[in-house]
């Protein structure tokens, strides 16, 4: 049916037809780095990064930018706060989040611009939206007059009047209580480190004109996709659209993507009290990323279609954790069965992988493979609907245990049906890679890490082994539960019991 996508603006979905044939630019707004980042800082990042990921797959030459806002009101009062200066502060957040994305696989991102780097190219737009008549000056500061926007309000279909709840300095006479800030003039007590020269005086940039300036810097005037999260959507993609088209003439961006917010599951209390307060604390991603794997909060992520909510929460953690497990299980089972990995073997095919399933010989794995990979394809092509399409991944899992148990691999395989098993699987991991899945292979406790946990687990199972003998098997049990509760899984096999952590 061809690739469509869902355009915020005009609340429909629509063939996905690039400016330029081939080509995609793409604009994530990206963090205000004034505190370390959250896991709701990481769902727009994980998101656009499986669509890249995904439109790279399908042949385009695909740009993606997400910027850096280091200049911004919160960032000068939490580095007053602190005692520092924002750059030191902007700096040390920056670090934290690109280890964040690091941690995550967010590893596709082209260009990364820095507001402060780019306070030219925000002062020249400003000059051309006062030049055009769509800017005046007031007292130092400049503001856009949304009464000169015929269309204002065409992103989030609100009016002029609706517009609320920025955050820009009003020190400055505004014509209309709608008019928002594209320069705002320097405050005394303010660090001259944020003080920017400008035709005005000095000062700094309003936030919306700083993402107007970047993107227009890297992806031209008109690009394709403008992403963020649905809190983007008024006022600021609001703004941007205004304040760029009125600059150039020209359409911004084409399509209009917005990524569904993080709902945590956590008591209906005040932020200012403690359990809050720690609750939050704990969904900083540094901290995240110390407990749980990037691939497991990318996995509960991409299990929901993008412009749905993300819920977050422990309980929802532990879900996706046992269903991720559903995947390292298998491919722990082929490893072990077919004496090579199949991240290994993935690595060793390349991208052709994803779609070529000649070397399997038996007819049922060939068509679920076939049947899968479609039903991946057919997913992600309607919208990017990375929750259908790893419903397909966890078919064609199911499809190679059936295979396994059918063919009595375990017991009696043979050269062909190891064989078989092993492109499934391979096929499986190359396939998840489109969406950023199965980068690594899964950290496992094996006696080559771990030599004294190995034994004393193998002690463990032996008594576990002799109690089902003697028909105990309520202290077998036992055991098994207790094991559980550390997160460590038995599973028995016909040629014995195996034991992995995590």
Same mark, same amino acid.
């Given at each position: ?18 400016i ?22 990481a ?7 499986a669509?890249?990921?995904?439109l ?7 740009t ?41 696989h ?9 507001a402060?780097e ?17 800017a005046?000056?007031? +007292? ?27 955050r ?7 014509r ?5 800030a ?6 005394? +007590? ?37 992403g ?10 609001? +703004? ?23 709902r ?20 900083t ?70 779609s070529?399933?000649?070397d ?21 092509e309607?919208?990017f ?28 395989g ?80 016909? +040629?014995g ?6």
């Amino acid at each position: 049916m061809g690739l469509v996508v869902y355009n915020t603006l005009t609340r429909k979905k629509e063939p996905f037809e690039p400016i330029t044939p081939g080509k995609v630019g793409i604009y994530l707004c990206g963090p205000t780095v004034y505190k370390p980042s959250h896991i709701g800082h990481a769902v727009g990042p994980i998101v656009f990064d499986a669509i890249k990921r995904y439109l790279v797959h399908r042949g385009y030459e695909v740009t993606w930018v997400v910027n850096i806002t280091d200049v911004d009101d919160k960032l000068i009062d939490e580095a007053a706060r602190q005692n520092t200066t924002t750059a030191l502060l902007a700096e040390r957040v920056t670090q934290d989040y690109l280890a964040a994305m690091a941690g995550l696989h967010v590893d596709s991102i082209d260009i990364m611009p820095k507001a402060s780097e780019h306070i030219g190219h925000i002062v020249g737009t400003v000059e051309q939206l006062i030049e055009r008549g769509y800017a005046y000056e007031s +007292n130092g500061d400049v503001y856009f007059d949304v009464t000169k926007d015929d269309d204002y309000g065409k992103l989030s279909n609100r009016r002029v009047e609706d517009q609320a709840g920025q955050r820009d300095l009003q020190s400055g006479e505004k014509r209309h209580p709608g008019d928002f800030a594209l320069w705002k003039s320097a405050k005394p +007590n303010e660090p001259e480190e944020v003080k920017y020269d400008s035709p005005w005086g000095k000062g700094r940039p309003g936030w919306h004109i700083e993402c107007s300036a970047m993107s227009s810097a890297y992806l031209g005037e008109s690009f394709d996709i403008h992403g963020g999260g649905m809190d983007l959507v008024f006022p600021h993609h609001e +703004n941007e659209i205004a304040q760029s088209e009125s600059a150039t003439g020209k359409p911004f961006a084409k399509y209009w993507m917005h990524n569904g917010l993080t709902r945590f599951n956590t008591k209906k209390v005040s932020k200012s009290d403690p359990e809050m307060q720690a609750a939050l604390a704990k969904m900083t991603l540094n901290k995240l990323l110390a407990e749980h794997s990037g691939e497991l909060l990318r996995f509960l992520v991409l299990s929901t279609q993008y412009r749905s909510p993300i819920e977050f929460s422990d309980q929802e953690l532990a879900s996706k954790r046992k269903a991720l497990d559903t995947f390292y299980r298998l491919f722990e089972r082929v490893g072990r069965i077919c004496g090579r990995s199949p991240f290994e073997e993935a690595d060793a095919r390349g991208a052709a992988a994803a779609s070529g399933d000649s070397d399997i010989s038996n007819a049922e794995l060939v068509a679920a493979c076939a049947k899968q990979s479609a039903a991946f394809e057919q997913a992600m092509e309607d919208d990017f609907n990375t929750a259908g399409a790893m419903a397909a991944l966890f078919e064609l899992a199911a499809a190679a245990n059936r295979f396994i148990e059918q063919q009595r691999i375990e017991s009696e395989g043979t050269d062909a049906t190891r064989k078989d098993l092993l492109s499934a699987c391979v096929r499986l991991v190359a396939v998840g890679r489109l969406i950023g899945l199965f980068l690594d292979p899964p950290a496992q406790r094996s006696t080559a890490d771990d030599g004294l946990a190995d034994r004393a687990m193998q002690v463990l199972i032996q008594i576990r082994q002799h109690l089902r003998k003697k028909k105990d098997f309520e202290s077998a049990d036992l055991i098994r539960n207790l094991l559980a509760e550390r997160k460590i899984t038995l599973e028995d096999r016909p +040629n014995g019991t195996s034991w992995r952590a995590g």
